[in-house]
């Protein structure tokens, strides 16, 4: 296991249960010196929304991601060798990596309307097409990005 970091990109609409990558570490030790078995170091009774296999290493969601409230999530994985009979011994010896999961955004959020003018509007008869005749703002809860429209439509 490389203990530099690894980084994986998912997407916010990924499923619960869904194995998003796989931790892989070797021990060229035999045995049950040579079993690896993985963990994510988490604090006690904080689910951080991801689970990894024991054996396999596969690491998927326990729940769905929002990148709006969190863009990134970063995990320390450890693998450890002889963990069932040796770890309480002593005869456990292990590594680490920190994995980075990079939540990519969906476009989950409609925009919201800021600016509406609640009267009425008046429209002549000579109102060319596609002149403005008022201006409504709605801004994207996500970017903030400002959308206009004001075009008179015939």
């Not at 296999?53 to 994985?77: A, C, F, I, M």
């Not at 955004?105 to 009425?120: K, L």
């Not at 008022?134 to 809860?141: E, L, N, P, Y």
């Amino acid at each position: 296991m490389n203990s530099d970091g690894l980084k994986v990109f998912v997407s916010e609409d990924t499923k619960p249960g869904t194995v998003i990558t796989v931790i892989s570490a070797t021990d060229v030790d035999t045995g049950d010196f040579g079993t690896v078995t993985y963990a994510i170091d988490n604090k006690e009774g904080q689910d951080a929304g991801f689970r990894i296999d024991p054996n396999s290493g596969e690491v998927s969601l326990t729940k769905q991601l929002d990148r709006e409230k969190t863009p990134v999530h970063s995990l320390l994985v450890q693998a450890w060798d002889n963990y069932h009979h040796g770890y309480s011994a002593g005869q456990s010896r292990n590594t680490w990596a920190q994995l980075t999961i990079v939540v990519k955004d969906v476009n989950d959020e409609a925009p919201e309307f800021i600016e509406v003018d609640q009267g009425c509007i008046t429209i002549s008869e000579f109102q060319k097409k596609h002149e403005s005749i008022t201006t409504v703002r709605a801004i994207d809860k996500v970017f903030r990005t400002h959308l206009e429209r004001c075009y008179v439509t015939t």
